[in-house]
């Protein structure tokens, strides 16, 4: 089944903790995305790699830090999490690279909950 | 605020009927979107007309887009029960979409 996927799809952790969020596509997009949802819908850009090389790092804490082991794989860590941190992080991925619109394909969102 | 309103919330019809999904925004665009969300999973890109386009085809979808009214609509022909899902208008303003609240689209054998 081609398609974006994200685990885990729920994240209930505790204030202060570390934690990773995998993301991984089979469709052979070059351009894998994390967004960040907010309460009211917006996704907003948090990092774009695009085969492997960052090429979007939007204003975000140090404690986000993104690796991208393969232009299949993008991976999230968190370290010392937040309670502002708790929200629905989407994966995304899309064809090609910056400066150029394609339709995105996104993966099904994990809820984190900081405690 | 940019963000799109879905009409209706929820639309219920028989397997071969048309569903007319639409769309309203805020702000200037340079695209909008229309993507595919079946439950539980990811959202799934569908169809992209761009501000100077007035209707746009692929398969069975047919999209519309009036700038002056700030409003878009989806229409999908000759509905399958394959089609149930919520489907959501998007706009993208520099890195950030602006993603509607969704048309939960149910389709009856």
């Known amino acids: 089944d081609t398609a974006v996927s994200q685990t885990p799809k729920y994240l209930v952790t505790q204030m202060g903790n570390d934690k990773s969020i995998k993301c991984e596509q089979n469709?052979?997009?070059?351009?894998m995305y994390w967004y960040k949802q907010d309460s009211k819908k917006f996704l907003k850009i948090m990092f774009s790699?695009?085969?492997?090389?960052?090429?979007i790092n939007e204003t975000v804490p140090n404690r986000f830090s993104p690796k991208s082991p393969d232009k299949a794989h993008l991976n999230l860590h968190i370290n010392s999490l937040e309670l502002g941190d708790s929200a629905v992080y989407f994966c995304?991925?899309?064809?090609?690279?910056?400066?150029?619109?394609?339709?995105?394909?996104f993966g099904s969102g994990t809820r984190l909950t900081v405690v | 605020s940019q963000q799109g309103e879905e009409d209706p919330q929820a639309l219920s019809i028989q397997e071969g009927e048309n569903a007319t999904m639409n769309c309203s925004y805020k702000?200037?665009?340079?695209?909008l979107q229309w993507y595919r969300q079946n439950s539980g999973r990811g959202l799934v890109h569908l169809i992209l007309i761009r501000s100077n386009e007035r209707e746009k085809h692929s398969g069975r979808l047919r999209v519309t887009l009036d700038t002056s009214k700030k409003s878009s609509s989806l229409l999908i022909t000759a509905s399958r029960a394959a089609d149930t899902a919520s489907y959501f208008c998007?706009?993208?303003?520099?890195?950030?979409?602006?993603f509607g609240t969704g048309t939960s689209l149910t389709v009856i054998p």
């Open positions: 998007a706009t993208k303003s520099g890195n950030q979409f602006y």
């Open positions: 469709l052979g997009h070059d351009t």
């Open positions: 702000t200037s665009i340079n695209n």
């Open positions: 790699y695009n085969n492997k090389e960052l090429i």
């Open positions: 995304a991925s899309s064809p090609r690279g910056r400066g150029t619109f394609y339709g995105y394909t």
